[in-house]
């Protein structure tokens, strides 16, 4: 779950992070009273889940509160990346003197949590990996030991950082890692981490993304939640409880369980289609469930067939098979749906879907195949 900088400002804050001070703005007329009330030459930004916004136009200087009004009026409805300014962030300007890149996220490769550091920052890092792959810095952190005092150490030799500047660096780094690990994150980046002209740091640009799985334990993180500006189709998967990831294809699949799914994706993939979503109907549904489901992936118009492959071990293939006949009545499915039914109640579940106009399949590599020829003609 991505947050805006500014709600991401107002987390590292309370973990005692240095951010520069300013508040959001809705409109033109509360970002200029906000210049007022700051008193100092301000940035105005847009808050937007993209990057790219100074690029596109998206974060301008205001010397006065009349230039910050104009300033707003320019960026307040313009759209970045196809997203519509709704907010501003109005803050002070910083007088920077150097700009760093600091994030924690996961490396999936490692199963470790990975701390990221350049003396190149204010750029996108994929850029900086590009361009200056020897300024990026990564440390990976022990699950079980946490970040370490050798680490910081080595850290700030590497960044050329001495003294009271390397102290004051080394507690933004573990106050970050606090964030992480404490909020849940599978990011949380600034960008750029700014010394100041008067030997400062700040954190001039905030990043994080929040792990929906664990919102459980974060019930302050739920109303951060802009489902405006989240895949419309994700989000309704999200209310019914249907694990549902967004992809670009036309081949609807439905699968029980994450790993019986993955593979039904390569396998489609391998036999020249492309998938259109991720989605676990899960270990126990019922045919409620498998209806809720086929209706979360034909919201995508861009569906031109379905794999349906389930594997029933808790999951009962008779309930799998009432499920797509209850949704074919009221939905009237009128693309190709091919359906492997495999594991408990597999023969009741073929029965009951015995003269209806869905093919059947004896394997996931004979249903990928199959589905894909459908398509294509």
């Known amino acids: 779950m991505k947050i805006y900088e500014y709600q991401a400002k107002e987390i590292l804050a309370e973990f005692g992070l240095p951010v520069p001070e300013g508040k959001v703005a809705k409109s033109a007329n509360t970002a200029q009273k906000v210049a007022q009330k700051?008193?100092?030459?301000?940035v105005v930004k847009a808050q937007?889940?993209?990057?790219?916004?100074?690029?596109?136009?998206?974060?301008?200087?205001?010397?006065?509160?009349e230039q910050a009004l104009e300033v707003a009026n320019q960026i307040i409805g313009m759209k970045i990346k196809d997203l519509k300014v709704k907010r501003l962030l109005v803050e002070e300007a910083i007088n920077i003197s150097k700009e760093y890149y600091l994030s924690f996220t996961l490396d999936r490769k490692a199963k470790k949590t990975v701390?990221?550091?350049?003396?190149?920052?204010?750029?996108?890092?994929?850029e900086v990996a590009e361009t200056h792959p020897d300024k990026i810095i990564k440390i990976h952190i022990d699950p079980f030991l946490g970040l370490q005092g050798f680490q910081l150490r080595n850290l700030c030799q590497a960044l050329h950082l001495e003294g009271d500047i390397a102290k004051q660096f080394s507690e933004v780094v573990?106050?970050?890692?606090?964030?992480?690990?404490?909020?849940?994150?599978t990011l949380a980046e600034i960008n750029p981490l700014v010394l100041t002209g008067e030997a400062q740091w700040l954190a001039a640009d905030a990043k994080m993304d929040l792990d929906e799985n664990a919102l459980f334990r974060h019930p302050e993180f739920i109303p951060l939640r802009e489902a405006s500006e989240t895949d419309p189709i994700e989000v309704e998967a999200h209310k019914r409880h249907?694990?549902?990831?967004?992809?670009?294809?036309?081949?609807?699949?439905?699968?029980?369980?994450a790993g019986l799914v993955m593979t039904t994706l390569d396998m489609v993939s391998r036999e020249g289609g492309k998938p259109s979503n991720f989605l676990?109907?899960?270990?126990?549904?019922?045919?409620e469930t498998v209806k809720s489901s086929l209706e979360v992936v034909l919201m995508d118009k861009k569906v031109k067939?379905?794999?349906?492959?389930i594997f029933g071990g808790i999951s009962r293939c008779d309930e799998v098979a009432k499920g797509i006949l209850e949704a074919d009545k009221h939905m009237n499915l009128k693309i190709p749906v091919v359906i492997r039914l495999s594991g408990t109640n597999e023969e009741e579940g073929r029965a009951l879907l015995a003269g209806s106009r869905f093919a059947s399949a004896e394997s996931m590599e004979e249903g990928a195949k199959k589905i894909v020829e459908l398509i294509h003609g």
């Open 242 to 257: 249907i694990p549902y990831v967004h992809l670009d294809g036309n081949v609807g699949i439905l699968g029980n369980g």
């Open 38 to 42: 700051l008193g100092k030459r301000v």
């Open 280 to 287: 676990d109907v899960g270990g126990g549904s019922n045919w």
């Open 305 to 309: 067939g379905l794999f349906i492959n």
């Open 174 to 185: 573990k106050k970050l890692y606090r964030v992480y690990t404490e909020c849940d994150c």
């Open 115 to 126: 701390l990221i550091a350049s003396s190149e920052g204010g750029v996108e890092i994929e």
């Open 48 to 65: 937007v889940h993209a990057g790219g916004r100074g690029k596109a136009g998206g974060i301008k200087l205001a010397d006065t509160p």
